[in-house]
């Protein structure tokens, strides 16, 4: 595995997901370390609304807070209330940085200000991750951060700062204190991935992606790819056994729930919409304009696939193309535009700066 993933924040998030989402005990992926403590995933990339009172307390500041700050994963543990809330970064920063107008949101939402937005929770330790080299530097920038804030009046949250690292062909993730304390851990690290090989291919552990989080021209490509072969398979795999004669109805969501184990629903509304327009773009239109005119019981109809067949030979055609691996969808960005059959969620709130 290209040790260049651990700085990549797509690949970050989707290690934290698979932390925390149920594997079986023997033959887990990623190991579920946060799972094994009791957290689940409760929201993936969705900003986090400030309450007014402190919104107006962080605009009457002399300091630059963003006031809907939008954390990479929130996991929640319901038995006693406690949370932890990420940032995954592929670098340390300082604090003049234009990052630490995030970071300086990050912690005041993981202060007193997380309990009344997210009651029944009561508190919440912000997570930073970044590779392990730089978690020292990143530690000493969330202190400084902390410290304007306390300045200034405001109340800013606990910070623990995680480190991935590969090392004898295994994927170590570290933490610190301040974690060990709030989770009830005994290590310093684990190994959540063994038997590592240069040639490893990460594609199986991405369960969701997003333009956003992706700075790398070249990883975007190869994300959107793996989405949309992970959606094809999952599609040929549905019609596979499909008789002729009975229609096969699928959404685009209901095809992203099932590759993703349900991860999809957790995502925020900008980021849903983003996955819903590449899957139908880039795959159900391909698929419907292919076959329109070959058969006409294919249709696509706002986000719904139907097929039905009524030969067995139309069948052995339909999956004879879609199985090819010789014909590649586009795996480019489709336009972005306003889909209202496509955009049911609401817009995630503006933030006021």
Not at 202 to 220: A, M, Q, Y
Not at 301 to 323: C, H, P, Q, V, Y
């Amino acid at each position: 595995m290209n040790v260049d993933l651990v700085r990549d924040p797509t690949f970050q998030l989707n290690i934290l997901l698979w932390m925390a989402k149920e594997q079986p005990t023997e033959g887990y992926r990623v190991r579920p370390v946060f799972f094994e403590h009791g957290f689940k995933t409760i929201y993936i990339q969705q900003p986090f609304p400030l309450p007014e009172e402190t919104s107006k307390a962080a605009r009457e500041s002399s300091l630059s807070i963003k006031l809907a700050p939008e954390p990479e994963l929130i996991l929640a543990r319901t038995r006693n209330g406690k949370a932890l809330y990420f940032e995954a970064k592929a670098d340390s920063f300082s604090p003049d940085s234009s990052n630490s107008k995030q970071a300086r949101g990050h912690l005041l939402a993981t202060g007193p200000a997380f309990a009344e937005v997210l009651a029944p929770l009561t508190s919440s330790l912000l997570c930073y991750v970044v590779p392990d080299d730089k978690r020292a530097l990143m530690f000493d920038c969330l202190s400084d951060l902390a410290g304007e804030l306390s300045g200034q009046g405001l109340e800013p949250g606990s910070f623990s700062c995680h480190g991935l690292r590969i090392a004898d062909h295994e994927l170590i993730y570290i933490w610190d204190s301040v974690f060990k304390d709030y989770v009830g851990e005994s290590a310093d690290s684990i190994s959540i991935i063994d038997d590592l090989e240069s040639h490893t291919d990460p594609s199986p552990l991405i369960l969701v992606f997003s333009e956003e989080d992706c700075p790398n021209t070249d990883n975007r490509d190869f994300y959107r790819r793996v989405i949309l072969d992970q959606v094809r398979a999952r599609l040929l795999c549905d019609v596979q056994s499909l008789p002729v004669n009975q229609e096969y109805e699928i959404t685009v969501d209901e095809l992203l729930m099932r590759t993703s184990d349900r991860v999809f629903e957790f995502l925020g509304g900008a980021r849903q919409r983003s996955l819903r327009l590449l899957v139908r773009e880039n795959l159900f239109k391909r698929i419907r304009d292919h076959w329109q005119q070959r058969q006409r019981s294919i249709t696509l109809d706002g986000s719904t696939l139907r097929i039905r067949w009524e030969l067995a030979d139309e069948k052995d055609a339909f999956l004879n193309w879609l199985e090819d691996r010789r014909i590649k969808f586009d795996a480019s960005r489709p336009e972005p535009r306003r889909m209202p059959l496509l955009d049911n969620l609401p817009e995630p709130t503006a933030e006021e700066d």
